[in-house]
């Protein structure tokens, strides 16, 4: 990597962006990483396990059931993803870097 970089004119400047993003601060999003991911699966999981026992007396037909079964709690998954989705931007908002606005991680010269 070092040979890549000698012969880049860009270096300096490469070199001066990666430092900036080791020092930069900001809230950690492992948290939120790990809702956007589980929470569909659980909400899958869940729902699936809840239908099952819920149809089991009022379908009879176990192939019917278990594509019912599957067929809503895919439904209910997706639909939590598209919830999460339309939450994902409110949080991009609130802890995005710099911008036109100035927030806690920025200072005046970098805006």
Known sequence: MDEAC???????????????LGKA???SVVWKSI???LAP?????????????WMKGRIENPS??????FL?????????AAAIRLAVPSWR???SGCGKEQNDFCSEKDI
């Open 35 to 37: 809702f956007i991911f």
């Open 25 to 27: 601060k900001g809230p």
């Open 6 to 20: 000698r012969s880049c004119g860009l270096r300096r400047d490469c070199q001066s962006v990666y430092e900036a």
């Open 64 to 69: 019917f059931r278990t594509a019912a079964v």
């Open 93 to 95: 908002k609130r802890s």
């Open 41 to 53: 699966l659980a909400v899958f999981a869940v729902s699936a396990t809840g239908l099952d026992v």
């Open 72 to 80: 809503l709690s895919a439904v209910l998954a997706v639909l939590t």
